[in-house]
């Protein structure tokens, strides 16, 4: 009876159930596609970045060049493009150090403190800015920094104006407008990446025990002792999950510093106007791979911390 049901079944069914009762076997069966899609297409395009940025490119011709050289990487070291490194990374550095201090207040009150619906609705207001569109968010700043926005209406309206103006001379960090200066892109980085920060750090908090807590202030610690000396320390490793999104994002956008900032390039659009308007495709793999290089460092030191503990 049961060989007339395997016939009935038919040839695929014995497989699959010659599959299913071997485990090792159905879990390399199941694992494969995925790691064919890691390690062929996510892997094999970043080889291919990565080989494309010892070509070179032919000043007179156009032509990429397919000979190994070092000619583009030296290139990349050029004064210029050293700059456009710099102004990325100390912008992504003051993004992720603002958004920590802006986030943790926020995740602590709402791990500690909120209950109920006052923590739901925490999760609504921080996932909310997540389900609106990035380009709306992005024109939406574009508007209020600009000089006819909210925000120069407001100082006009405080007779607080020339303040503003003060502020936009200032060298390196002034501009036309705020909508165009180095801190109206910093602005806007801090307010679409802030959620990033926010929940794996309110993640780290709560898993801060009570005893813990209840421990150092039966030692005697004060409210500030326990945070700095117990609550912190335990919390870090979640700010250091946070940053890796907060600084990796920012390393990697070319949209805000395009809509929102002066005319510096950043990493995303060294990249973008080297493979588009310049056609130096090489060039740009080059500029491609520094903050893959970058992050790599930067993930090494945050494993170290036990920041993945915290994801």
């Known amino acids: 009876m049961m060989s007339d049901l395997a016939l009935r079944r038919g040839p695929l069914s014995s497989l699959l159930d010659a599959i299913y009762r071997r485990p090792r076997l159905f879990l390399a069966v199941l694992l494969t596609p995925p790691l064919l899609w890691l390690g062929v297409v996510y892997l094999g395009s970043l080889f291919a970045l990565l080989a494309q940025s010892f070509f070179s490119l032919d000043d007179f011709s156009g032509v990429i060049v397919r000979e190994f050289t ?148 039966d030692l005697g610690a004060s409210p500030g002792a326990t945070f700095r000396h117990v609550i912190l320390p335990l919390a870090f490793p979640g700010v250091v999950a946070g940053s890796i999104f907060t600084f990796s994002l920012t390393l990697g956008d070319y949209i805000i510093p395009q809509i929102v900032g002066g005319s510096q390039y950043y990493l995303g659009q060294a990249v973008y106007a080297q493979q588009g308007t310049a056609g130096n495709i090489p060039l740009a793999a080059a500029f491609s791979v520094v903050p893959i290089l970058i992050m790599g460092v930067y993930l090494t030191f945050a494993r170290k911390l036990g920041a993945f503990d915290a994801l």
């Open 70 to 217: 070092l000619s583009t990487w030296v290139q990349l070291m050029a004064p210029a493009n050293l700059d456009v490194i710099i102004r990325t990374v100390s912008m992504s550095a003051l993004v992720t150090i603002a958004d920590a201090i802006m986030a943790f207040p926020i995740a602590y009150y709402a791990a500690r403190y909120a209950r109920g619906p006052m923590k739901a609705a925490f999760y609504l207001l921080v996932m909310m800015p997540l389900w609106s569109s990035y380009l709306v968010k992005v024109y939406a700043w574009k508007l209020i920094l600009a000089r006819e926005g909210i925000y120069t209406w407001v100082l006009d309206k405080l007779g607080i104006e020339a303040l503003l103006d003060w502020y936009l001379s200032l060298p390196v960090i002034g501009g036309p407008s705020l909508s165009a200066s180095y801190t109206g892109t910093f602005i806007v980085f801090c307010y679409v990446w802030l959620p990033y920060m926010i929940l794996p750090v309110q993640a780290a908090l709560e898993r801060v025990p009570n005893n813990l807590i209840e421990a150092s202030a």
